[in-house]
């Protein structure tokens, strides 16, 4: 139980262009959704929290117009990346908690993004 | 801001010896969390340890919490090449948030 998966695995576009990934708890309830971000090597930042329903929460730092959440059902999350420019590069994760997991967040398997 | 420090940040071990990791952080805490990651991969959640509690065990893991110290530590007892992968720890304040470290990259040398 508690899985989570990202889509796409990865992705390479140009620069100038919007890049969506999405994140889906696949069997049970996510009541919030983190997304991190990765760099070679280093450890995830928080970017932004989503609770369902409700506009997300960002971290110091993140562009929200720069980095749109929307977390519309207890299941998706989305993040779109806008107008990607190659420091956009890098590895995306996201996570979730639940009613019946609150302590434990969950992982998706990250999205690679390269931004050419 | 990561609150999160981890050493060693490498460790190179033989299979079947021991793997300790030590993880230190800056504010008071609900929990501690340690993952694992394998390259290129999501993380994976091993074991969680409440500020109220002083030791657990889960397999051949075994975390530790002193928070008079503000530290954890994790063993892996009995290491195995498939153990290699990189782990960090991560601490929750409030509302879920996890803050993590920098992450210690294990290698089990068969």
């Known amino acids: 139980g508690a899985v989570v998966s990202q889509h796409p695995s990865r992705v390479i576009c140009k620069s100038g262009t919007s890049v969506k990934i999405e994140c889906r708890s696949l069997?049970?309830?996510?009541?919030?959704m983190f997304w991190y971000r990765q760099f070679p090597k280093k450890s995830l930042m928080l970017m932004a929290t989503?609770?369902?329903?409700?506009?997300?929460?960002?971290e110091q730092g993140v562009e929200k117009d720069k980095f749109l959440i929307n977390h519309a059902s207890l299941t998706l999350s989305t993040l779109t990346v806008t107008s990607a420019h190659p420091e956009d590069s890098s590895f995306y994760i996201c996570?979730?908690?639940?009613?019946?997991?609150?302590?434990?967040?969950?992982f998706g398997p990250g999205t690679r993004l390269l931004v050419l | 801001s990561q609150q999160g420090e981890e050493d060693p940040q490498a460790l190179s071990i033989q299979e079947g010896e021991n793997a300790t990791m030590n993880c230190s952080y800056k504010?008071?805490?609900?929990?501690l969390q340690w993952y694992r990651q394998n390259s290129g991969r999501g993380l994976v959640h091993l074991i969680l340890?409440?500020?109220?509690?002083r030791e657990k065990h889960s397999g051949r893991l075994r975390v530790t919490l002193d928070t008079s110290k503000k530290s954890s530590s994790l063993l892996i007892t009995a290491s195995r090449a498939a153990d290699t992968a990189s782990y960090f720890c991560?601490?929750?304040?409030?509302?879920?948030?996890?803050?993590f470290g920098e992450g210690t990259q294990l290698t089990v040398n068969p």
């Open positions: 996570s979730a908690t639940g009613q019946s997991h609150k302590e434990t967040q969950y």
């Open positions: 069997d049970f309830q996510a009541t919030t």
């Open positions: 989503s609770n369902e329903g409700s506009k997300a929460t960002y």
């Open positions: 504010t008071s805490i609900n929990n």
């Open positions: 340890i409440r500020s109220n509690e």
């Open positions: 991560a601490t929750e304040t409030s509302g879920s948030r996890l803050t």
